[in-house]
């Protein structure tokens, strides 16, 4: 139990060191935030009963750690304090303030993190595979040619993405999977191995011709051969 309240451990982390049940923990953590060390210590307690109960800190660990807000149908993805403090009052009719809230998470062994963004249709085998067959073939070639690698891609931007932190395990970067979808602002950028990038903005859809337009921009930049790594996209 000191693990947890004193050094924030993560949950997950003492139920497997200690081998005791998850509720057991959350029972803890409830009665220590209720009365303290000597909550812990007596068999029973009267007077005013406590806000967050055993199964209320469950199931808030549980929704942080296994979904984001749009699990409950909020128009973000990232967990903020305040985002918390709005689920609990809604999900479980209590009312905290966002100082309580952060100490909430902190005893669950939960942390503010920048998130990895991954999209949904990522596969993991196919990156594998490029990884360790197609792109050495193409570093291969590029250098027989004298020439720059670039990775090109399209990309679009709305007005609600997601540039913060949310909460998660410590120890383990959240990932927060993004669809897509709705943007409005479109660009095309090309990035090298060194991290080296260039783009452009495009007005209304992209197609072959401006496609190509950025391509000769692209070569004429780089002042050598290059070589483009990029999807199969329509244009």
């Given at each position: ?46 007077g005013r009963p406590r806000k967050i109960s ?107 993405a997601h540039r913060g932190r949310t909460w ?44 190509i337009q950025f391509l000769k921009k692209l ?17």
């Open positions: 139990m000191e693990a947890i309240v004193i050094r924030h451990e993560p949950v997950h982390l003492v139920k497997r060191i200690y081998n005791i049940p998850e509720r057991t923990i959350f029972n803890w953590l409830s009665l220590y935030r209720s009365g303290g060390w000597d909550a812990l210590k007596e068999q029973a307690r009267s055993a199964g209320d800190m469950q199931w808030i660990y549980n929704a942080v750690t296994m979904g984001n807000p749009m699990n409950y149908q909020f128009d973000f993805c990232l967990w903020t304090l305040n985002a918390m403090r709005a689920l609990i009052q809604k999900e479980l009719d209590i009312k905290l303030s966002k100082s309580s809230v952060s100490r909430l998470l902190g005893h669950l062994g939960l942390s503010p993190q920048r998130p990895i963004y991954k999209s949904y249709k990522q596969d993991p085998k196919k990156i594998k595979q490029y990884l360790s067959e197609t792109f050495p073939e193409a570093v291969a070639q590029a250098k027989r040619n004298g020439a720059d690698i670039f990775f090109v891609d399209e990309a679009s931007v709305r007005s609600d998660g395990k410590k120890g383990e970067t959240p990932v927060v999977k993004n669809s897509g979808g709705r943007f409005g602002l479109k660009v095309i950028s090309a990035i090298s191995p060194r991290g080296n990038m260039r783009f452009s903005f495009i007005e209304d859809k992209m197609n072959s011709k401006k496609f070569h004429k930049d780089a002042g050598k051969p290059i070589l483009v790594v990029l999807d199969n996209a329509r244009y």
